[in-house]
């Protein structure tokens, strides 16, 4: 049984450009949520899929949008980059059924804007 | 690695003393609880959780202990060892754990005097 894996780890992108992270949830799970978590802080909740549509979303503008295929992975996208948009990126995955109990998290794509 | 760690509250311990960490959480309504281990470079680790319905749980050498009245978690670890230090955060669900998403506290960092 795989973990989640994301990719990348590390991410140098510029303010204003647009960038895409992805996230291998792990084998079973058919759920995927993405969490933002800046530095000295708890994640915070972006959105989440399931069935490859959105099924949640937390208080990020459009900007942040994403994707789920049929295999169950996942990509975020975020346009228009800010400054504060640096942040350690997470993907959990989790069974439907099981809901945030069965959350497993990824070691997340460290994103830093310049 | 991540430092997670940045301008969070820290607990220093000496290796074979007990910790407690603490955690006010924000909603009323919640009735369901994790904490999460997070080291540098790796995302949230679950560690236990609990029920609104109950008021305390012991794994291997944690216990968590809920108040509702005064919305408050501790996390107490016994004998605590070097491989403990981390940043430590509660996290809750208003769902009961079976949807939604997980509102994460600010976090604690854990270091262990050998």
């Known amino acids: 049984e795989t973990g989640v894996t994301q990719s990348p780890t590390h991410l140098i992108k510029t303010r204003g450009q647009q960038v895409t992270l992805r996230c291998s949830s792990q084998?079973?799970?058919?759920?995927v949520s993405w969490y933002q978590q800046a530095l000295g802080q708890g994640p915070q909740f972006i959105f989440q899929y399931y069935r490859e549509e959105e099924n949640g979303r937390g208080n990020f503008p459009p900007r942040f949008s994403g994707l789920q295929f049929p295999n169950y992975s996942s990509e975020l996208n975020v346009n228009a980059l800010e400054l504060d948009d640096s942040a350690l990126y997470l993907c959990a995955s989790s069974w439907t059924a099981a809901g945030v109990e069965g959350y497993t998290f990824g070691s997340g794509t460290r994103l830093t804007v310049v | 690695g991540e430092n997670v760690g940045l301008h969070l509250p820290t607990l220093s311990v000496q290796e074979g003393d007990n910790s407690i960490i603490n955690c006010a959480y924000s909603?009323?309504?919640?009735?369901?609880f994790i904490w999460y281990k997070q080291e540098s470079g790796k995302g949230p680790q679950f560690i236990i959780d609990?029920?609104?319905?109950?008021d305390k749980r012991q794994g291997q050498r944690v216990t968590v202990l809920l108040n509702k009245t005064v919305k408050h978690l501790s996390l107490q670890i016994a004998a605590t060892q070097p491989g403990d230090s981390a940043v430590y955060f509660c996290a809750e669900n208003p769902y009961g754990g079976s949807q939604g998403n997980l509102i994460f506290g600010k976090g604690t960092k854990l270091s262990v005097k050998p």
């Open positions: 084998s079973g799970h058919n759920t």
């Open positions: 909603n009323s309504a919640s009735d369901y």
């Open positions: 609990i029920r609104s319905n109950m």
